[in-house]
């Protein structure tokens, strides 16, 4: 009997505790790269096409809806690499003084001037915003994530816009244009973030107007033929 427990004991030492252990998981596979979706547009320099594109904003107000106003001078570059979109970029202007809201009576309230003036953009003395991409990240076949430097009212953040691309052509005999994408974006900043806080409701309210402001972009870009 002793004999046979001294068998077990040795058999049992046999084995380490980490090989008693059951088996961990599978480690899972990396993820495959995104390849872009197929296009046949060129590759190079393309301008906006200031008629077919928008440059909208929206705050909440309150509580109470989504206040949509827009600008109306602004523009567009983007250098566009289509089989590779990680190394495409893109720099836009827009002048603050262009505001354009639905305010019913300008008469008794120039509205758009108050937004231009010292509360919010303070326009005249911060007379130009940029953006400038530092990176663009493929999260889809036809959609990116783009990441830029913005300049508002004197201070540069980072900021990022979702990207969607539409579509394209090369040029052709329909479109005197030449080569055209089309692009949709849409992205979110703190305004206070930039030194515009007046108006921001105070924590736990809803009394004034939102710091943060959603930004939606329409835009197609054009690229004329022979360049």
């Given at each position: 009997m002793r004999r046979l427990l001294i068998a077990g004991a040795l058999a049992l030492g046999a084995c380490s505790p980490e090989e008693a252990k059951a088996p961990g998981p599978v480690p899972a596979p990396a993820p495959a790269a995104i390849k872009p979706a197929a296009t046949d547009v060129?590759?190079?320099?393309?301008?906006?096409?200031k008629a077919h594109a928008s440059l909208n904003f929206r705050v909440d107000h309150m509580g109470m809806s989504h206040w949509t106003a827009r600008f109306t001078r602004f523009d567009a570059t983007l250098d566009l690499d289509p089989k590779d979109p990680?190394?495409?970029?893109?720099?836009?202007?827009?002048?603050?003084?262009s505001l354009q809201t639905n305010y019913p009576d300008p008469k008794t309230l120039d509205f758009?001037?108050?937004?231009?003036?010292?509360?919010?953009?303070?326009?005249?003395?911060?007379?130009?915003?940029?953006?400038?991409?530092?990176?663009?990240?493929?999260?889809?076949?036809?959609?990116?994530?783009?990441?830029?430097?913005?300049?508002?009212?004197?201070?540069?953040?980072?900021?990022?816009?979702?990207?969607?691309?539409n579509g394209g052509y090369a040029k052709n005999a329909v479109d005197p244009s030449g080569s055209r994408v089309g692009l949709s974006a849409h992205g979110t900043l703190n305004r206070s973030a930039f030194g515009i806080g007046f108006g921001v409701p105070a924590p736990g309210t809803t009394m004034g107007v939102g710091d943060a402001v959603e930004v939606v972009i329409e835009a197609e870009f054009t690229r004329p033929a022979g360049k």
């Amino acid at each position: 009997m002793r004999r046979l427990l001294i068998a077990g004991a040795l058999a049992l030492g046999a084995c380490s505790p980490e090989e008693a252990k059951a088996p961990g998981p599978v480690p899972a596979p990396a993820p495959a790269a995104i390849k872009p979706a197929a296009t046949d547009v060129p590759a190079g320099a393309y301008r906006l096409d200031k008629a077919h594109a928008s440059l909208n904003f929206r705050v909440d107000h309150m509580g109470m809806s989504h206040w949509t106003a827009r600008f109306t001078r602004f523009d567009a570059t983007l250098d566009l690499d289509p089989k590779d979109p990680a190394k495409s970029s893109v720099t836009a202007t827009i002048d603050p003084a262009s505001l354009q809201t639905n305010y019913p009576d300008p008469k008794t309230l120039d509205f758009d001037s108050q937004i231009e003036g010292k509360e919010f953009l303070d326009a005249p003395k911060f007379p130009q915003m940029t953006y400038r991409s530092t990176q663009v990240q493929l999260t889809g076949p036809n959609t990116a994530r783009i990441t830029g430097d913005l300049t508002l009212h004197g201070v540069t953040k980072p900021v990022v816009l979702e990207a969607t691309f539409n579509g394209g052509y090369a040029k052709n005999a329909v479109d005197p244009s030449g080569s055209r994408v089309g692009l949709s974006a849409h992205g979110t900043l703190n305004r206070s973030a930039f030194g515009i806080g007046f108006g921001v409701p105070a924590p736990g309210t809803t009394m004034g107007v939102g710091d943060a402001v959603e930004v939606v972009i329409e835009a197609e870009f054009t690229r004329p033929a022979g360049k």
